[in-house]
């Protein structure tokens, strides 16, 4: 139990284009779910947390116009990299957390969803 | 704010013991995770010290002194497939957040 899948596993984008990765907890509801980004040889960076029906909140530095994210239910979050330049090419992750899991705080995470802009 | 140092890396043989460090300053947490990653894949979980002590799960041990700020990961009986980048986290008392270290890569020679 408890997985996450994120789709798709890797994406090549022109610059300027939008670009949106889903984020689905398979057998749990996912009542918060974290998007994290990490750049080659980096550790992992926490962009944002969104609680299921609620705006999400992002970390210091992070540009909420840039980085869309919607919680809209328990088993989806979507982020969405609008007009995206080539320094945002990293791998992007996801974390849920939430009902139907032994530990309501521990995270479990996504694959991961490559992104490289041109 | 949460900072985690971790060295940055380490190489073992195979067969053999490594273990990896973990120094941090919080301004408070629930307790200290450790998670592997293989390239290009996701981080998966190893282990979790919400105490002071050693943790055991198989090959695998943990170990956490809060009054030193200090934790570390220890492999036993290293296999190639231990080859990957090792993070110590924390969760945050007020949102639940993961902060990761900076991370240790692990290389596991014949």
């Known amino acids: 139990g408890a997985v996450v899948s994120q789709h798709p596993s890797w994406v090549i984008c022109k610059s300027g284009t939008s670009v949106k990765i889903e984020c689905r907890s398979l057998d749990f509801q996912a009542t918060t779910m974290f998007w994290y980004r990490q750049f080659p040889k980096q550790s992992l960076m926490l962009m944002a947390t969104?609680?299921?029906?609620?705006?999400?909140?992002?970390e210091q530095g992070v540009e909420k116009d840039k980085f869309l994210i919607n919680h809209a239910s328990l088993t989806l979050s979507t982020l969405t990299v609008t007009s995206a330049h080539p320094e945002d090419s990293s791998f992007y992750i996801c974390?849920?957390?939430?009902?139907?899991?032994?530990?309501?705080?521990?995270?479990?995470f996504g694959p991961g969803t490559r992104l490289t802009v041109l | 704010g949460q900072s985690l140092e971790q060295p940055s890396e380490v190489t073992a043989v195979e067969g053999a013991i490594v273990q990896i460090n973990c120094t941090y300053q919080?301004?408070?947490?629930?307790?200290l995770s450790w998670y592997q990653q293989h390239d290009g894949g996701a981080p998966t979980f190893l282990s979790y010290?919400?105490?002071?002590g050693l943790e055991e799960t198989g090959r695998f041990s943990s170990f956490l002194s809060r009054s030193d700020s200090y934790g570390y990961l220890l492999l036993q009986e290293l296999q190639m497939k231990d080859s990957a980048s090792y993070f110590c986290a924390v969760r945050d008392l007020g949102a639940n957040n993961l902060f990761f270290g900076t991370g240790t890569r692990l290389t596991v020679i014949p």
């Open positions: 010290n919400a105490l002071d």
């Open positions: 974390s849920a957390s939430g009902w139907g899991l032994a530990d309501l705080s521990e995270q479990f």
């Open positions: 919080t301004s408070g947490f629930y307790g």
């Open positions: 969104s609680n299921e029906g609620s705006k999400a909140t992002y």
